[in-house]
C-alpha cells in the first residue's frame, strides 16, 4: 500500500515562483554592493534566508522583501544575523 506524502505548502509551485520573485529582487538591489575593499557588502546567505524567510512566514506577494531585508538581514536593522 503506498501513501502519497503531502506537500509542504512552502514547498507548492506558487511559493518557489514567489521565492524565486524575491530571490531575484534582493540580488538585483543588495548582492552587486561592494564594500570599498572589493568584498561583497551583503552575504549571499543572508540574501537566501532573507528569500526563504519572506516565503516561509506565508507572504503571498513579493511587496515589502526589500524592507524587510533592510530591517532584519542588514546593519541598518535592529537585528542581523551573524555569519559563521
Known amino acids: 500500500m503506498t501513501m502519497a506524502t503531502p506537500i509542504d505548502w512552502r514547498y507548492?509551485?506558487?511559493k518557489m515562483k514567489?521565492?524565486?520573485e524575491v530571490l531575484g529582487i534582493l540580488l538585483q538591489k543588495f548582492g552587486t554592493?561592494?564594500?570599498v575593499d572589493g568584498s561583497p557588502?551583503?552575504?549571499n546567505q543572508s540574501i537566501y534566508?532573507?528569500?526563504h524567510d519572506w516565503v516561509s512566514q506565508g507572504n503571498m506577494i513579493s511587496a515589502g522583501v526589500i524592507s524587510f531585508y533592510k530591517n532584519y538581514y542588514t546593519d541598518y536593522g535592529n537585528y542581523?544575523?551573524?555569519s559563521k
Open 41 to 43: 557588502k551583503y552575504s
Open 49 to 51: 534566508e532573507c528569500a
Open 33 to 35: 554592493e561592494l564594500n
Open 12 to 14: 507548492s509551485d506558487h
Open 18 to 20: 514567489l521565492r524565486e
Open 80 to 82: 542581523r544575523k551573524e
